[in-house]
DNA sequence: CCGTAAATGTCGTCG
DNA sequence: CGACGACGTTTACGG
C-alpha cells in the first residue's frame, strides 16, 4: 500500500467523465492495483478512482508529472500531480478477511420459528420453498388453511413486493395450491411499497426485530 | 487527515455485527471525523468503517491501545491497537469538488430539449411528471397527439422497464390521458430487458449521448 | 428532516 | 462471463 499526499488535478475518462480542479489530495496505491483520490471529507468514498484490474503508469519530472490509470475496458483515470508532500509505502500482507453476521437471514430464521407473528393459528409449510424462478422465503397456512406466501426483506421496498407478485403469479397457477396470499414483511417498509402492496392485495407486516428476537431469546423473557 | 498504519484488529457492532482478526492495515481519519480501515485490497471499500457524524475516542498506553468510534445511533467500531507502525497526519483544506458529466440526468435534460429523437413531431408535455408512485420522466405527445411516458436510464435494464409498466399502469387508469403509450430510452439496453419490453409493448430507444451532445452543443456541430 | 431514485454503485452467488 | 439480489449500500435531490 502506497499513501501519496499530493497537489493534484485529476480526470476520469470512463463510464462517465468527470473533473477535479487542482488541490491537495490523498492517493492511495493499493497491492491490488486500485487507485483512488481522497479528500478529507466524504466518509470513505474517493472522489475519484479506478478499481482493478488496471495499470498504473508514473510519468514524474522532479517530484511534478501525471499518473494514468487504464482498466481493461479502457476507462481511464489521469492525475496531473503538481506536488508532491508525502509518499509512503508499506507492506501489509494479505488481510485474514472479515467476518460478518448478517440481519436479513436471521430475521427469516426467527420468523420461521414465529409464523404466529402473523396471525393466531399459522402454520409454516416451508421455508425456502423452491419455485422456477427462486425460493419462496416462507411458504405458511393461515387458521383456515389458505396458503400464504411471505416475503422478508431487513428493509421493505418497491423491488421487494415486485419479487413476491413474480412468486404469488407463479404459485397461484397451481392448482394445489391457488389461491394463495401474500404477506410483505420487513423491519422497516417504505410507503410507496406500501401503496404498491397494497395494490396487489399483499398485506404488509412491520416486523420488530428486538421483539422477536426477545421472544426466541430465553434470557431477555419478561416472564 | 490522518493516516495510521497499524497491527490491529477491529468490531463492528451495529447494523450487523463484524469481526477483524489481527493484521497490519491502514486506518484513515478524515476531517469530517470518520474513521475507515483499509487493507491492502478491496480496490476503495474499507473493510470496516464508521460514517460521520461520529466520535472517535482514543485510549492508547504506549502506542498499544484501543481507539473506539461511536455514532449517534450507538453503533461502535471498535479498533484494538497492538503496534503503531506509521502515524502521519496532513492538513488537506476543503475541496473544490467533482464535476459530472454524463449521468442520468443529463440525458434526461437533453432528451427533453431534443424529444424528436424519438420520432418526428413529437412534442413534451412535461419532464418529472408527477404520479402516485413517482416521476415519470418524461411525458409527451407522439405526432398523432397520443401521450407517451418516456422512462430513461443510463443503462437500460429489466428494473426500469418494470417501473415503466407501473406507470403505465396508473397513467392508464386517467380516462384523460389514456391509452399511454411506453418508450424505454437508455444509452444500453440489455437483451433481457429490450426482450420484457417488447412482451408489455414498450418501444425500445437506444441513445447515442455523444450525438445527443452535440445537438446541444453548437461547438460540436458539424453544419 | 424524510422519502425517493441514481450510482463510475460494489460485491457476492449462481447458472 | 453475465444476470440477479443484497448492501452497515452511499449519495444527491426535492418536498
Redesign the pocket.
Known amino acids: 500500500m502506497r499513501l501519496v499526499i499530493a497537489r493534484c488535478s485529476v480526470d476520469?475518462i470512463?463510464?462517465?467523465t468527470?473533473h477535479l480542479p487542482l488541490a491537495t489530495r490523498l492517493l492511495l496505491v493499493k497491492a491490488d492495483g486500485s487507485v483512488s483520490?481522497h479528500a478529507d471529507d466524504?466518509?470513505?468514498?474517493?472522489?475519484?478512482?479506478?478499481?482493478p484490474p488496471c495499470r498504473l503508469e508514473e510519468q514524474l519530472d522532479d517530484g511534478s508529472g501525471t499518473w494514468t490509470v487504464t482498466n481493461k475496458a479502457g476507462?481511464q483515470?489521469i492525475i496531473t500531480i503538481d506536488e508532491v508532500l508525502h509518499d509512503h509505502a508499506h507492506e501489509l500482507g494479505v488481510d485474514p478477511g472479515l467476518q460478518?453476521d448478517?440481519?436479513?437471514?436471521e430475521l427469516q430464521r426467527l420468523l420461521a420459528l414465529h409464523v404466529e407473528t402473523f396471525g393466531q393459528g399459522w402454520t409454516l409449510v416451508r421455508r425456502e420453498y423452491p419455485t422456477a424462478?427462486?425460493p419462496v422465503d416462507l411458504l405458511c397456512r393461515d387458521a383456515d388453511g389458505k396458503v400464504v406466501a411471505v416475503e422478508i426483506?431487513?428493509?421493505g421496498?418497491?423491488?421487494?413486493v415486485e419479487?413476491l407478485t413474480?412468486y404469488l403469479e407463479l404459485l397461484n397457477r397451481d392448482p394445489l395450491l391457488a389461491p394463495v396470499k401474500g404477506v410483505f414483511a420487513a423491519q422497516e417498509i417504505?410507503?410507496?411499497?406500501k401503496?404498491l402492496a397494497q395494490d396487489r392485495g399483499i398485506d404488509c407486516v412491520t416486523v420488530d426485530y428486538a421483539v422477536l428476537k426477545g421472544t426466541d431469546d430465553p434470557t431477555q423473557r419478561l416472564f
Open positions: 476520469y470512463g463510464r462517465l468527470a483520490v466524504r466518509a470513505y468514498k474517493p472522489l475519484n478512482w479506478m478499481s476507462e483515470l460478518k448478517g440481519v436479513e437471514a424462478i427462486g426483506k431487513r428493509r421496498e418497491i423491488d421487494g419479487q413474480r417504505k410507503p410507496q411499497a401503496v
